[in-house]
């Protein structure tokens, strides 16, 4: 069988090394982006010229069936709204904020804000649908004064529409409306008609705020510029050469509220002229389904997920001929972001894609923040290896300055944030004093002396921690090696040891692969599962196997605990990605990490 990989071309980039006495190295992509325009939303009045009845946009509905909306019916619905947002008197001052989650209004509503050049904010619905997680929405308040409010469903968002006090004719709703609340659908009628013109923008103008995890601190709002936004996803289109002659098709649930969904995802599918469906399910057991319905119906060119999301969709793909089909029919490329990838994830898809096509997949792992808007790195050939994030991005230049053992990476280019709004400190902390972006995060190189091999992402460095010896230990890199060592047993792990003289993980649970460890064809109790003295003698076996590879303290896992509970949304413990927020967990459950650290927690697993 041809073990290829499925054709597929990538822009080709051009290094520009300097290497610095202090031992700061210096690596710029010489080649600039394409020209690009003031305001993205121009490239919805071209495709609603050049292809006015190609699908743009399409979601579910309640028969389970395509609603979708054509580059001409966009465009026509984006007019409508834009000229009743502009008679509301909204600006950077006071925004519109969107409280619900990816739908075909969610993205009209944004499109017609860039369209009138008023700055708008999508928020996590988290913030706004569980009750301990209110007091957000007071920072939000706090630093943006929204003018404006949307939500898909007056009902569902009442708790959080009545937070920000806003007059009832200010919130607008795609339906439920609570009295006095204006109905999406009626706006459209309403207007139908209107003349509007585009709005002039500078590319230096903000066209919409972005939230942090706050993992580190209160969330901050990031200033996304229409230069952030047209520039990057410029890159982007270059690096991924192939979409010139292939606009992609998204099946994609990635929340419009985070950098990859709201920015990398959606503008690609617009500024390519591709078809966006918008996925309605999660990397859940109970929302996956969805997911799985929706890839059965759609084949997908370009695909986007966390590897929480990989791992439930290779479970299903190993038994689901008719998805498998589907899948892989029209697939050039697929994309992960949000955590390092377990090894076993890239055998198992290269095994499905061979068997289904012949050929693999070309893999690669996206890397940036909300701050770069978010891609800053780039796939190439060159740099085809597992985990490995590219090169610098068209446009970019890379500083990588010495720490420990490893570089501490910062970032200049046109897709840079000029910083967060109403936060001077923290934007003057952002910077080096060579206007370089400190995104936090340690990187690696494949090949010092052939950058053009590319880069690893080496852990957050807030992340890493010293143990009591005084070595760091850099957490992205054990929690990536212990991955691929468990081979599928665990879907995550958090690893601690601050202060302590060796490392432990908690580890979540792979329930799946357990009980096929033990031979059984169907899940059992999930508690006879993990306690299972043959998942604990195949887990210290691995572990051993694991020291006797790693000698240092600072690189092996002396013992382990399944955590058996639910990670918390609304603390920040599990991201809107599926990720796991190290740092949150820790923080959250202090009393447990020290009964770990104790071993007064049951069933620890010990070398």
């Known amino acids: 069988m041809n073990e290829k990989t499925r054709s597929i071309s990538f822009g080709i980039p051009s290094l520009d090394i300097e290497n610095n006495i202090d031992g700061t190295i210096i690596i ?10 003031k305001n993205i939303i121009e490239k919805l009045i071209f495709w609603g010229k ?44 006071n925004p519109v904020i969107i409280l619900s989650g990816n739908d075909n209004n969610h993205a009209l509503l944004a499109l017609s804000c860039l369209y009138s050049k008023i700055p708008f904010s999508a928020l996590s ?39 920000f006090s806003l007059k009832p004719e200010k919130v607008l709703v795609g339906k439920d409306p ?82 990859a969904g709201g920015n990398k995802a959606f503008n690609l599918a617009l500024y390519s002229g591709g078809t966006f469906y918008i996925d309605n399910g999660t990397p859940s057991e109970i929302e996956f389904i969805k997911t799985i319905r929706n890839l059965t119906d ?23 001929e008719k998805l498998s089909a589907s899948f892989f029919k029209n697939l050039k490329l697929l994309v992960y972001s949000g955590a390092s990838m377990p090894n076993h994830i890239f055998k198992s898809m290269d095994k499905l894609a061979l068997r289904y096509i012949g050929k693999k997949i070309f893999f690669s792992a996206a890397y940036g923040a909300t701050e770069t808007t978010p891609m800053a790195t780039m796939p190439t050939h060159e740099s085809n290896y597992e985990r490995n994030i590219g090169v610098p991005q068209f446009g970019t230049e890379m500083k990588l300055v010495p720490f420990g053992d490893k570089y501490e990476v ?19 902390k952002s910077f080096d004093n060579e206007g370089y972006f400190k995104i936090g995060d340690a990187l690696k190189f494949e090949d010092k002396l052939n950058p053009e091999k590319g ?20 957490v992205g890199n054990v929690r990536s090696k212990l991955l691929d060592a468990l081979g599928g047993i665990a879907t995550d792990a958090i690893i601690v040891g601050e202060d302590q003289e060796y490392l432990s993980a908690f580890l979540i649970p792979n329930i799946s692969f357990c009980s096929s460890l033990l031979n059984l064809e169907t899940e059992q109790n999930e508690e006879i599962i993990l306690s299972s003295q043959r998942i604990k003698n195949k887990i210290l076996e691995i572990l051993t196997n694991y020291k006797n590879n790693n000698h240092s303290k600072s690189q092996y896992i002396k013992k382990v605990v399944f955590f058996r509970d639910n990670l918390s949304k609304s603390k920040g413990e599990i991201t809107d990605k599926g990720s796991i927020n190290q740092i949150k967990f820790i923080l959250n459950r202090d009393q447990l990490v020290k009964s770990f650290f104790m071993n007064q927690l049951k069933e620890i697993i010990s070398i």
């Open 410 to 428: 910062r970032l200049k280019g046109s897709h840079i944030t000029p910083g967060y709004w109403k936060d001077k400190v923290n934007t003057k």
């Open 298 to 320: 759609i084949s997908p060119s370009w695909y986007f997920n966390v590897p929480k999301g990989y791992e439930f969709l290779i479970k299903e793909l190993k038994k689901n």
């Open 50 to 93: 050049k292809k006015p009845k190609k699908t743009f946009l399409a979601q579910r509905n309640k028969s389970l069936s395509w609603d979708k909306l054509s580059y001409e019916e966009t465009l026509s619905k984006v007019k409508s709204l834009s000229y009743y947002l502009s008679k509301q008197g909204l600006s950077k001052k």
């Open 125 to 163: 619905p988290a913030h706004s649908l569980y009750s301990d997680n209110l007091n957000r929405l007071e920072n939000v308040k706090k630093i943006l004064n929204p003018g404006f409010i949307f939500a898909s469903n007056g009902k569902d968002f009442e708790n959080a529409i009545l937070k």
């Open 28 to 37: 710029k992509n010489t080649i600039e982006p394409d020209d690009w325009p």
């Open 178 to 259: 609570l009295p006095g609340n204006l109905e999406i659908n009626n706006i459209f009628k309403k207007y139908s008609n209107k003349k509007v013109d585009l709005a002039k923008t500078n590319e230096n103008d903000i066209a919409k705020f972005l939230f942090t995890s706050g993992s580190t601190g209160t969330p901050k709002a990031v200033i996304q510029t229409h230069k952030m936004l047209s520039s990057n996803i410029a890159m982007a289109y270059k690096a991924y050469k192939f979409l010139e002659k292939e606009p992609p098709i998204l099946v994609d649930w990635m929340p419009w509220s985070h950098v």
């Open 455 to 474: 880069f690893y992402f080496d852990g957050r460095i807030a992340e890493n921690f010293k143990l009591n010896t005084g070595t760091w230990v850099s």
